[in-house]
């Protein structure tokens, strides 16, 4: 009896062999015909054999199912391609491998596409970040899609996914440093980038392009860094977020861009007096940088060092002649000892001689302060620098030029 119920079995095992080599046709011819309804139904059929199919059937049966899902759906397909390489890898035979490489990449051209331009719409970035990541699936070796993803889950308010992209960046040593091969087209005069250096070569060669050159572009480690650090922050994690910023900081001391982020996440955490040592060090590092001088000001400034503050504002002024804020915060600083002013004044309202000597005072504090708003104003003329001009005007009794004032105010305001 035993005997007999073994032969039975493997007479059932034969017959499923059978079943799947002729199954497999069937989806081959079916997908060469266009019926690719048909022939997933048949692939499905066999889904539940995968892990027992035979070597021979197993690779054919991933790449007939990549096909089958292809555009209808890009997830299904990708999972299908890469377990066909890794399967085939695996069994030390490249046949289907090789046959898919031209099926992978229509898939990546069209999925790419689509992540880009779900991009590009500005409303729907979960969908590009979906996308993104199938094109890293797709093709493993392009890492930048995977930045792609990580970014547009952030822009999705994906905060959990996008932080699982960057870290994956990290582990894989990401820096998005790449080389660009340019040429001027002769034709606009743009400058355009020709993707290969023998592309470009080419192009100028045909006299298509003149100018040919070659950049590297930055590396976006402290980016992926800062964008870990910033999603530590929203979600209340802000000592992971300065560990981030700090453990990278002693790979790359001399990153400012790393210190600028470290310095501004001291401001989220309201610790002045270490956003300004940070400052400090950045001025090492880049002293012609007007903005860290202008950031020193206002620290200064909040501190109640009025002439500290004041000197660094005008150093940024220096570096940037049209810096129309540092001019405003200058003139602020400068207004700031009047508060002193007008209590002594309140309580010498009966002394009449210190009284006039007080309001002279404050009369000279807004000389002073007067031809920075005109400056700032004539840099960039908003409701501030006017409502101050005009205000200014009026106590320096300049009666014709606040007329002026408040006719544009006025008209600001409408």
Do not use: W
Request: net charge neutral; proline share 2%.
């Amino acid at each position: 009896m035993r005997k007999q119920i073994v032969a039975l079995c493997l007479g059932f095992m034969t017959i499923g062999l059978h079943a799947q080599k002729d199954e497999l046709k069937n989806a081959e011819k079916a997908i060469k015909g266009g019926d690719f309804k048909g022939a997933l139904t048949i692939i499905e059929s066999l889904d539940s054999m995968e892990e027992t199919m035979e070597e021979k059937y197993k690779a054919q049966y991933y790449f007939l199912k990549g096909q089958a899902y292809g555009t209808r759906d890009v997830k299904k397909a990708a999972e299908a391609y890469n377990k066909l390489t890794a399967y085939e890898k695996q069994i030390g035979k490249q046949k289907y491998s090789k046959e898919a490489e031209p099926k992978l990449n229509e898939l990546l051209s069209f999925v790419s596409k689509k992540a880009i331009d779900q991009y590009n719409s500005g409303n729907d970035y979960k969908g590009a970040s979906e996308n993104f990541y199938l094109t890293y699936q797709l093709s493993p070796k392009d890492t930048s899609f995977l930045y792609n993803a990580a970014i547009s889950s952030s822009l999705a308010k994906d905060y959990t996914t996008s932080l699982e992209y960057y870290k994956k960046l990290q582990e894989l040593g990401y820096t998005g440093i790449e080389t660009v091969y340019y040429a001027v087209n002769k034709a606009t005069g743009t400058k355009d980038n020709l993707g290969t250096k023998q592309n470009r070569d080419t192009m100028v060669k045909l006299g298509q392009y003149s100018d040919p050159t070659t950049e590297v572009t930055k590396s976006k480690r402290a980016d992926i860094i800062k964008n870990i650090a910033y999603i530590y922050v929203n979600e209340g994690k802000t000592e992971e977020a300065m560990i981030a910023l700090q453990e990278a900081r002693k790979s790359d001391p001399k990153d400012i861009n790393l210190l600028l982020n470290e310095a501004q996440l001291y401001i989220k955490l309201e610790k002045m007096d270490k956003f300004a040592k940070l400052m400090e060090e950045a001025i090492q590092l880049d002293p012609n940088n007007p903005t860290l001088f202008f950031n020193l000001g206002v620290v200064n400034q909040n501190e109640k060092k009025i002439e500290e503050a004041i000197g660094y504002y005008k150093r940024a002024i220096e570096l940037k002649p049209d810096y129309g804020d540092a001019y405003m915060n200058t003139a602020v600083a400068i207004l700031s000892g009047e508060e002193a002013i007008v209590n002594e004044m309140n309580n010498n309202l009966s002394n009449n001689k210190k009284y006039t000597e007080l309001e002279k005072k404050q009369k000279e504090l807004y000389k002073r302060a007067l031809p920075y708003i005109e400056k700032a104003d004539e840099i960039e003329r908003t409701e501030d620098t006017v409502r101050s001009l005009m205000n200014i005007y009026d106590i320096l009794e300049l009666t014709d030029k606040a007329d002026a004032m408040r006719a544009i105010y006025k008209k600001m305001k409408e």
